[in-house]
């Protein structure tokens, strides 16, 4: 078990040239951790984003196989951590340790997902267009192309997710097994989590034999460190999770530079959810227990939380928020992550309370308490034309909270779908009746949200091939990408195009043979045979 230093670990060194430092707190207790981290400097940055650049062609040439047992060395080494690594994230965030454990299955599995993403190959997408000498009025080259990593992407770790978004999370193992050199900014409110992390990744790199400046972790409370990392000219791409002002800042920073880069960045999102009337008259207690469940699951910390329900005023409606109020009051306030965090909850839940046409439905019954950084379910209630009017209502407030709101016609509800923001999800309770009578809010939600969810309820993001995590903006920067499942590789790869190249001189994957046996398009054909 390593032991916590607070020093940046910067290829194989470790570096301390800041006297300035910041502590982690224990948000159930107040209590402050040792030891004290180094805030990151300008120099220090520039080392481990050069060294991340000396890696990048020896760890790219690696072949999928050694890449693949880079991603499983790393699994192995965070359970090698043991409880050690739990209880240290425990005291950090306030998260329970059966979550944590759960967490911790979810991280260790994924990585082993993408190491059979890289060894089946495929997703290089290579396409071959072969040469036809005889075409008239042209001959058509050869032409053959495929994803090839980007180079060194810096990461930075998500604050609600202290091991599956984090130092060895999504981001960092697709990277790094699509050949990419990570350096990553650890998140300040659980730095030793983060660095025996970093510990585990850095221990792997050097069982597989691989460059050891291919993963640093720098530390830092301020922007400065994350400022200087995305401004970096060295730096290819960014990662990042969090909230909609940070991830502005990073994209308006990469986009200052003289050549931008892209901010790969998953924000904020209310997740409106849909209560239909078949399924509300059907089973509308079933579905509020499962609504406040969901709204108060790890204290409303995550970002596919229940925000905003809309439904048709009516009796379903009424009964439904009457079981509502009763299930919220027996919710008792739980730890959130940190001070700062639930600070931020409370002026949002303040806000939303004063808000002329609002009104409270329900909270938990037992009061916070402050010292144990806690918060409270909150879920309040307005009708649709307040919703209109007060367009701060629609902002996230991080936490477990949510509003329902009552519309008095199917086309205010459609309006209001009409005028959403991006969201990563948006859920429909309803029947298959429902279903064919509010089709066209079903091609709404098409343009508005990255995951439709059908009787369910967002919470629980599936980590598998089909998964998007993503949005319309202000969900994330670029709906194209999802920060969650194997398809999240595509962000850390480009297009690169060979005409008329010698097959000796191809990549393994354009080569005639195809030696690796992996689905390519050949002149317009899937197949994994060779030509």
Same mark, same amino acid.
């Given at each position: 078990? +390593?032991?916590?230093?607070?020093?940046?670990?910067?290829?194989?060194?470790?570096? *301390?040239?800041?006297?300035?430092?910041?502590? &982690?707190?224990?948000?159930?207790?107040?209590?402050?951790?040792?030891?004290?981290?180094?805030? $990151?400097? &300008?120099?220090?940055?520039?080392?481990?984003?050069? =060294?991340?650049?000396? !890696?990048?062609?020896?760890? @790219?040439?690696?072949?999928?196989?050694?890449?693949?047992?880079?991603?499983?060395?790393?699994?192995?080494?965070?359970?090698?951590?043991?409880?050690?690594?739990?209880?240290?994230?425990? &005291?950090?965030?306030?998260?329970?340790?059966?979550?944590?454990?759960?967490?911790?299955? #979810?991280?260790?599995?994924?990585?082993?997902?993408?190491?059979?993403?890289?060894?089946?190959?495929?997703?290089?997408?290579?396409?071959?267009d072969p040469a036809l000498p005889d075409r008239k009025p042209m001959a058509r080259p050869d032409i053959r192309r495929m994803l090839m990593p980007i180079g060194p992407v810096v990461v930075f770790g998500a604050s609600n997710f202290p091991l599956a978004i984090s130092v060895a999370g999504t981001d960092?193992?697709?990277?790094? $097994?699509?050949?990419?050199?990570?350096?990553?900014?650890?998140?300040? $409110?659980?730095?030793?989590?983060?660095?025996?992390? $970093?510990?585990?990744?850095?221990?792997?790199?050097?069982?597989?034999?691989? +460059?050891?400046?291919?993963?640093?972790?720098?530390?830092?409370?301020?922007?400065?460190?994350?400022?200087?990392?995305?401004?970096?000219?060295?730096?290819?791409?960014?990662?990042?999770?969090?909230? =909609?002002?940070?991830?502005?800042?990073?994209?308006?920073? !990469?986009?200052? @530079?003289?050549?931008?880069? +892209?901010?790969?960045?998953?924000?904020? *999102?209310?997740?409106?959810?849909?209560?239909?009337?078949? &399924?509300? !008259?059907? #089973?509308?207690?079933?579905?509020?227990?499962?609504?406040?469940?969901?709204?108060?699951?790890?204290?409303?910390?995550?970002?596919?939380?229940?925000g905003v329900v809309l439904g048709l005023r009516g009796q379903a409606m009424a009964k439904f928020t009457a079981k509502v109020a009763a299930l919220a009051a027996d919710v008792p306030p739980a730890t959130m992550l940190h001070k700062g965090i639930r600070d931020a909850y409370d002026t949002g839940t303040e806000t939303i309370s004063k808000t002329n046409g609002v009104r409270l439905l329900g909270q938990s019954r037992e009061g916070p308490d402050p010292a144990r950084t806690h918060a409270s379910t909150i879920v309040f209630h307005t009708d649709g034309n307040t919703w209109e009017s007060q367009k701060h209502l629609h902002q996230e407030v991080f936490g477990p909270s949510s509003i329902i709101i009552e519309g008095d016609t199917v086309e205010q509800l459609t309006r209001i779908a009409e005028n959403l923001e991006g969201h990563l999800t948006a859920t429909l309770h309803g029947t298959p009746e429902d279903l064919k009578e509010y089709a066209p809010l079903v091609r709404i939600l098409e343009r508005k949200v990255g995951r439709i969810i059908f009787n369910g309820f967002p919470t629980g993001v599936e980590v598998c091939h089909a998964m998007h995590h993503g949005g319309p903006y202000p969900a994330s920067l670029d709906p194209h990408w999802t920060s969650i499942g194997m398809a999240s590789i595509g962000r850390f790869v480009r297009p690169v195009c060979y005409q008329s190249f010698p097959d000796s001189a191809l990549p393994t994957e354009l080569q005639n043979a195809n030696p690796r046996g992996i689905m390519r398009l050949i002149d317009g054909n899937l197949t994994r045979g060779g030509m």
């Open positions: 078990m +390593p032991d916590i230093t607070g020093k940046h670990l910067i290829g194989d060194t470790t570096s *301390s040239a800041s006297s300035t430092v910041f502590e &982690a707190i224990n948000p159930s207790t107040g209590e402050k951790l040792s030891p004290p981290f180094h805030e $990151g400097s &300008a120099a220090e940055a520039d080392h481990a984003m050069k =060294l991340a650049d000396a !890696a990048f062609d020896t760890l @790219r040439a690696r072949s999928a196989e050694d890449r693949a047992a880079l991603v499983e060395g790393i699994a192995d080494q965070i359970m090698a951590l043991g409880d050690a690594l739990l209880d240290r994230c425990h &005291a950090e965030t306030g998260l329970p340790m059966g979550r944590l454990t759960a967490e911790r299955g #979810r991280t260790v599995g994924q990585a082993k997902m993408f190491a059979q993403v890289l060894r089946e190959g495929s997703y290089v997408d290579a396409r071959i960092t193992v697709c990277a790094l $097994g699509a050949g990419c050199p990570v350096v990553v900014k650890a998140h300040p $409110g659980h730095p030793g989590t983060c660095e025996l992390l $970093g510990h585990a990744i850095a221990a792997a790199l050097k069982q597989g034999g691989f +460059p050891a400046g291919a993963f640093s972790l720098l530390q830092g409370a301020s922007t400065t460190i994350g400022q200087a990392l995305v401004k970096h000219p060295l730096a290819r791409a960014v990662a990042f999770t969090g909230s =909609l002002r940070g991830g502005r800042a990073l994209f308006d920073a !990469a986009n200052s @530079r003289p050549d931008p880069i +892209p901010v790969y960045a998953e924000l904020g *999102s209310a997740n409106p959810v849909f209560l239909l009337p078949g &399924a509300l !008259a059907s #089973r509308g207690d079933e579905i509020a227990a499962g609504f406040v469940q969901s709204v108060a699951l790890g204290v409303g910390q995550f970002c596919t939380n229940p």
